[in-house]
């Protein structure tokens, strides 16, 4: 209230009393105005006939009309069904209100904006029907809203099922594999074959055999993505493991020309580890830090594997001088299935598996990288 409203000790006159009403009237009014203005909902008012007397900010932006272009009209033409506008303004009538759930409305452009519609009966001072007001509320953010549950639910549901599907994978591909190891030992000691026939026969099958074995890898990384198991708690050394994977990644090193340097801190680094998991992760960035060399292009290709220990902590850093990684793709590379690899030879799935794997073993993974001069990966490990 203000200071000019309050009245004062000497008794106000009719038209003082009169005045001051009309004052605090048109005050609420006007508060009344802004809320229904700034309101995100589409709100408007109808007369007696049905036709519009207010329409608020929020409808000009939910169905692009402007409040000059519809006050004047009846509020039916906005509706994508106009007789059962009617028959809700109807309704509300006799029963004083209508609800009515994703209700359509015509936007100005064409399309069909969907809200939950409630109308209100609006009734004079003796009591008569005066018209009514409608408060919409746009559905579309809710709907997505649900939309998004119902998908990340999925997205759980899938990863869920991915450990089953990967083992009923497994299986047929175990069997195409040994069936296809057969076939190349007959096809090689076949009798009156033509060596064109064998050497396309021998072919075709090599080319089954390298894809089961990526099938197998890749049921195999998503086995140990799924895995929910506690990582096994045995004594290894980390350094005999590096050599070990190494020597598996060996024939891949030697036919890109590029060199694994050991730089181990002096002895052996013990640590209580799942042997398995801690391979997967080696295999895993020493398998990108080669592709990374090779993908440079350059001679002096190096793989460096260099271990250190701080108290309770092992770090494990494999650096490669290979082609660095873009800003771009540093956003990307914990993805799952996001690879820059050409289509066949990379799955996407070894860092957010490095990443997923160290976090059940409690440690921490990083990386450094420039791009043209290479990257580090660098794992640490609590001892035990
Ligand atoms: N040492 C690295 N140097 C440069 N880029 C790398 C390096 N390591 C990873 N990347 C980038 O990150 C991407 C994702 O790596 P990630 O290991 O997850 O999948 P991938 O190697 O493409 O496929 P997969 O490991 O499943 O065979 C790679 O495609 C590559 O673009
Ligand atoms: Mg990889």
Request: proline content about 3%.
């Amino acid at each position: 209230m203000e200071s000019n409203d309050v009245p004062n000790s000497r008794s106000e006159t009719t038209s003082e009393v009169i005045a001051r009403l009309e004052r605090e009237c048109s005050r609420a009014r006007r508060h009344l105005a802004t809320v229904l203005e700034n309101s995100s909902d589409m709100v408007f008012a109808t007369d007696a006939d049905g036709i519009l007397v207010s329409f608020n900010r929020g409808g000009e932006r939910a169905i692009g009309y402007s409040s000059e272009q519809v006050m004047g009209r009846p509020a039916r033409d906005l509706a994508a069904d106009p007789s059962e506008f009617e028959r809700l303004e109807a309704l509300s009538r006799t029963e004083g209100r209508a609800t009515h759930q994703e209700y359509p409305f015509r936007h100005k452009d064409g399309h069909i904006v969907r809200f939950d519609l409630s109308l209100i009966a609006i009734t004079d001072s003796d009591g008569r029907f005066a018209g009514t007001s409608s408060v919409c509320r746009d559905t579309a953010p809710m709907k997505k809203f649900h939309d998004d549950l119902i998908r990340v639910d999925r997205l759980a549901e899938i990863g869920r099922t991915a450990s089953g599907i990967a083992h009923e994978i497994n299986n047929p591909v175990a069997v195409i594999g040994e069936i296809s190891g057969w076939i190349e030992a007959v096809v090689g000691d076949a009798k009156g074959m033509a060596r064109e026939d064998r050497e396309e026969l021998e072919t075709a099958v090599q080319h089954i055999v390298k894809q089961v074995k990526r099938c197998r890898g890749i049921t195999r990384q998503l086995l140990a993505y799924a895995r929910d198991s506690e990582p096994a708690q045995t004594s290894l050394d980390v350094h005999e493991l590096l050599r070990e994977t190494v020597s598996f990644l060996n024939p891949e090193l030697r036919h890109k020309d590029i060199e694994a340097v050991f730089d181990f801190m002096e002895g052996s680094l013990l640590l209580q580890s799942d042997k398995q998991m801690l391979e997967q992760i080696f295999v895993n960035l020493i398998s990108n830090a080669i592709h990374a060399v090779k993908e440079k292009g350059e001679a002096g290709g190096r793989v460096v594997l260099k271990t250190s220990r701080d108290g309770s902590t092992v770090q494990i850093r494999v650096s490669d001088n290979g082609t660095g990684i873009s800003e771009e793709n540093q956003k990307r590379m914990y993805d799952l299935f996001f690879t820059t690899k050409p289509a066949g030879k990379g799955t996407g799935l070894g860092l957010p598996i490095c990443r997923d794997i160290i976090g059940k073993l409690g440690g921490e993974f990083s990386f450094e990288t420039q791009v043209g001069e290479g990257t580090t990966f660098i794992v640490r490990l609590p001892t035990g």
